[in-house]
Each structure stands twice: as structure tokens, then as C-alpha cells.
């Protein structure tokens, strides 16, 4: 089986906080890094916050200071905890785990998604 899935998406009031998990099933295959992404209504999916297989992080600059990924590797799973969440950071999550296949080869999971709506 090689498959994601995340949970923790709902519906907070500006200010509040979420916590998203995702847990990859990946078989043989090794995790070079896992992330997130988003995309919000006729918006481009952009990157949000990932951690690579070594531990470097990487931020979008809008979630910088509010956001923080996390990784156990052990379970192959990430984490996003989100505070400070404002109505722009309403979005579909999508998580993103990506495999290395041999040497300069790569492949892409992603999650089903899960709606973030940040409401008053």
C-alpha cells in the first residue's frame, strides 16, 4: 500500500489554532521529504511549510512565525501546527510526501485534502 492520509482541517475563528496530520503508508520506498501545500479558490497550490529527510525546514513567508512543521520520521508522519490563523489562510491542505526512486528520480504522493476555514 502506498497512500497518505491527513486529518485535523475545520473551521476556526481568526486568531485560533489547528493542528493537520498525515500519516504515509510508502511500502519499500524511502521519504526524501514531506510537506504541505495549499490552494485556496482561483489561486496557484503553493507550497506552505516542509521538512526534508536531514530535518531543514522551509517556510512560505506568509507562515512564517505562525506555522510550524514537524516530522516523525519513525511513523512517517508531518505534522503542521497553525496559529495565529487569519481568513487568508483559508485553504485546502494538502499534504505532499515525496519519494526518492534511485539516484536524480523522484515521485510525488498526495493527500486528499482537507478545507482550513478561517472565520468570524
Known amino acids: 500500500q502506498v497512500q497518505l492520509a491527513e486529518s485535523g482541517g475545520g473551521l476556526v475563528q481568526p486568531g485560533g489554532s489547528l493542528r493537520l496530520s498525515c500519516a504515509a503508508s510508502v511500502g519499500i520506498f524511502s521519504i526524501t521529504a514531506m510537506g504541505w501545500y495549499r490552494q485556496a479558490p482561483g489561486k496557484e497550490r503553493e507550497l506552505v511549510a516542509a521538512v526534508t529527510r536531514g530535518g531543514r525546514l522551509n517556510y512560505a513567508d506568509s507562515v512564517t512565525g505562525r506555522f510550524t512543521v514537524s516530522s516523525d520520521n519513525a511513523k512517517n508522519t508531518v505534522y503542521l501546527q497553525m496559529n495565529s490563523l487569519k481568513p487568508e489562510d483559508t485553504a485546502v491542505y494538502y499534504c505532499?510526501?515525496?519519494?526518492?526512486?534511485?539516484?536524480?528520480?523522484?515521485?510525488?504522493?498526495w493527500g486528499q485534502g482537507t478545507q482550513v476555514t478561517v472565520s468570524s
Open positions: 505532499n510526501v515525496r519519494l526518492g526512486i534511485a539516484v536524480g528520480g523522484k515521485y510525488d504522493l
